[in-house]
């Protein structure tokens, strides 16, 4: 089993809709949540971090963590094509940071 | 800003070379990570340090070693590089207070 799986799309969605991205994780004992995007040809750049149950918002962003069921998840709200990319669920246990193999967004005009 | 510079954005190499890859940080960060990301495996790790001198094995670490003399600069070193050694690769430094990790631009590394 991968230590974190995200759904593989890729996934497409009309521009001003949400995009769904969801992310399970197999260590009970992972600390903290994060989500990268990563643009074609760049790095990986930090968009999201959560680390309690529950939603955290920022902007048209959205983190929902559930512990319980060891699930991780982002929204994009009012999704535009510059949110285009792929998308990396990423967890962290004590050093060790384990990325998921991301899910590609395409946002169509 | 924080800022994670790695030597190359490109680099060829032939089989059976040395092959170095450094990378540096400017803030100070304890803790430096080597990424490689290949399509559909994602980010895997090969070595992560704590501090100066210090070296943990990540998930595939063969072929590969590191060396980190100064808290700022973490080096990946591939002793004999192979074809399926070919790939991105990045670097990453941590900030413990944020907990957020910063990666560089990579260095997309092809061995012929």
């Known amino acids: 089993q991968k230590e974190v799986e995200q759904n593989s799309g890729p996934l497409s969605v009309p521009e001003g809709a949400i995009a769904s991205l969801n992310c399970t994780y197999s260590d009970r004992g992972s600390q903290s949540f994060f989500w990268y995007r990563q643009y074609s040809g760049k790095s990986p750049e930090l968009i999201m971090s959560i680390y309690s149950n529950g939603d955290k918002e920022d902007g048209r962003f959205t983190a929902q963590l559930n512990k319980a069921s060891q699930y991780v998840s982002l929204l994009i709200r009012d999704s535009q094509p510059s949110d285009s990319a792929t998308y990396l669920c990423a967890v962290r246990l004590d050093y060790k940071l384990s990325f998921g193999a991301g899910t590609t967004v395409t946002v169509r005009a | 800003d924080v800022k994670v510079t790695q030597s190359s954005r490109y680099l060829v190499k032939r089989t059976g070379e040395k092959v170095f890859l450094e990378c540096v940080q400017d803030m100070d960060h304890e803790n430096m990570f080597w990424y490689r990301q290949d399509p559909g495996l994602g980010l895997r790790l090969i070595y992560f340090?704590?501090?100066?001198?210090?070296?943990e094995k990540g998930d595939i670490p063969e072929g590969y070693s590191v060396s980190r003399e100064k808290k700022e600069r973490f080096s990946l070193i591939l002793e004999s590089a192979s074809t399926n050694q070919t790939s991105m690769y990045l670097c990453?430094?941590?900030?413990?207070?944020?907990?957020?990790?910063?990666f560089g631009p990579g260095t997309r590394l092809t061995v012929l």
């Open positions: 340090s704590y501090d100066v001198k210090m070296k």
């Open positions: 990453a430094s941590r900030d413990l207070g944020t907990d957020t990790q910063y």
